[in-house]
């Protein structure tokens, strides 16, 4: 990557302050684009879910793990829960959904607490064999008793399908039928998961993240207290494809020993460690042991940090310093934090970045944790808090005594309640990797790339005023 002018500005710079400059391009389409990356993690879209609590669960996993994106299960879950999610995303199918299911005799209750769960926005009703008699739609449960049973509401299977048909296939029948779903059964005729004619256009355009087994990949982090080397070696025990050693400072010593730990087990899969924000933060970590650096301190939604502390950098200097720098040891990044739009992905990835890390915008989706609430005006929303909270302190100290607990929650760098709502558009996190995806493919044909290596090589970067990036923000009505 290189400034437009060839000179490096005199001051640091967020993804708002850039903008890239089309370049001469032989790539005739989005769709020539290779988005895999090549920092050891298998992924086939740079996009990793950050280990935030309210937002990386085995939903998530699984979902953005088809795709070919990583989801980091946070530090704070406990290893034997670690192991089961793990077990769980590793079981699932790779084309079809996992589907919500329903006895006969469950209510329209549970059946509306449970729809919400997954972006298909659909239930299948199974018999005491685990075969599929009927499915259930939000739309169904409309109007009718709250203490109605699933079979009373549930509407006929319309299509139905083996487990491994061809996603064109399923796609064609489900037009054919104008059925909202098909429910994929295996050969003696029971539930594997379903798909919808959204979810099998996406079979062909997106490649999953698997391992060499053939499962989807997952993510765990590690914080840098206590007993590093016996969580971590649990972690790895219970299979995750990546190992994330995390903490808010890591340009710090507790950091370098906590990798040192971490290193003397000898792990097979890719470490990450951060978060830093300079080329010195992060020749540390990669000397200490880390294949990837996490790069960001105080651009995440949640985050207090900048405002609390003065401390933190922007975050588009700070992944393109980093990235200098690992690049040189033969390392990467992570760019942790600050995007708010599909540019901020693309441009991360420019800088240097091989993968960006994505937190509160994808709290708000079908596939995060937590309930699914309505404000006063009946607008969807989860909630979501930071990981420095005061919240998500009081749940990693619940072992510790009530002095110590209320000692350190005095003490916080993060939001321990925030709404985040759901995109009528964009409901699931599936429907914002299409359009980060779309965004950043769209970004390598300007600049005539065909990979991410190509794109961060070819890119050309100019720095605009606030009035600039103004002009490019589309409107939603006249002026």
């Not at 879209?45 to 935030?52: D, E, G, T, W, Y």
């Not at 050969?187 to 959204?198: F, I, Q, S």
Request: proline share 5%; aromatic share 4%; hydrophobic share 45%.
């Amino acid at each position: 990557m290189r400034f437009l002018d060839d000179r490096h500005p005199s001051h640091d710079l967020t993804y708002d302050d850039v903008f890239m400059v089309p370049r001469r391009s032989s790539v005739g389409s989005r769709y020539d684009v290779d988005l895999a990356t090549t920092d050891g993690t298998g992924t086939t879209i740079p996009i990793v879910v950050a280990n935030m609590t309210a937002i990386a669960g085995k939903r998530m996993a699984e979902t953005v793990a088809r795709r070919g994106g990583l989801v980091v299960i946070p530090q704070d879950i406990p290893s034997p829960v670690v192991a089961d999610v793990v077990a769980y995303v590793k079981s699932r199918h790779l084309v079809l959904d996992t589907p919500i299911q329903l006895r006969p005799d469950q209510t329209v209750a549970e059946a509306l607490s449970l729809i919400p769960k997954r972006a298909h926005q659909a239930a299948v009703v199974v018999d005491e064999d685990q075969r599929p008699v009927g499915i259930v739609l939000e739309s169904d449960c409309a109007d009718v008793d709250r203490f109605a049973q699933a079979h009373q509401v549930m509407r006929p299977v319309e299509v139905l399908i083996e487990a491994d048909t061809e996603p064109r296939k399923a796609f064609d029948a489900l037009d054919d039928a104008r059925a909202v779903i098909a429910v994929g059964v295996d050969a003696d005729g029971r539930l594997v998961g379903v798909l919808n004619r959204t979810s099998a256009l996406r079979a062909t355009l997106y490649r999953p993240a698997t391992d060499d087994a053939g499962s989807l990949r997952i993510a765990a982090a590690v914080g840098v207290n206590g007993d590093v080397a016996a969580k971590a070696s649990a972690l790895l025990d219970a299979g995750v494809d990546c190992l994330v050693v995390d903490t808010a400072h890591g340009h710090q010593d507790r950091m370098v020993e906590a990798l040192q730990a971490v290193r003397s087990l000898s792990p097979e899969v890719p470490v990450v460690a951060g978060n830093v924000v300079d080329g010195d933060g992060t020749r540390t970590l990669v000397e200490a042991g880390a294949d990837i650096v996490k790069v960001g301190v105080g651009p995440g939604a949640m985050c207090t940090t900048r405002m609390m502390t003065g401390v933190g950098r922007p975050q588009f200097s700070a992944v393109l310093d980093c990235a200098a720098a690992a690049r040189e040891l033969g390392a990467h990044v992570w760019a942790d934090g600050g995007v708010r739009h599909p540019r901020d992905v693309a441009l991360a990835l420019a800088a240097g970045a091989s993968s960006v890390m994505i937190g509160s915008w994808f709290a708000g989706t079908h596939e995060s944790p937590g309930d699914l609430l309505e404000d006063a005006d009946g607008r969807p929303f989860k909630v979501s808090f930071g990981m420095a909270s005061a919240r998500a302190v009081a749940g990693r100290t619940v072992s510790e005594s009530a002095f110590d607990r209320a000692r350190k929650g005095l003490y916080e760098e993060g939001i321990s309640s925030s709404r985040m709502y759901l995109d009528p558009a964009r409901p699931g996190v599936e429907d914002l990797l299409d359009q980060i995806s779309a965004g950043v493919r769209s970004a390598c044909t300007y600049a005539g790339a065909t990979t991410l290596a190509e794109l961060h090589e070819r890119a050309v970067v100019g720095v605009q005023s606030a009035a600039g990036f103004h002009e490019g923000r589309p409107l939603a009505t006249s002026w």
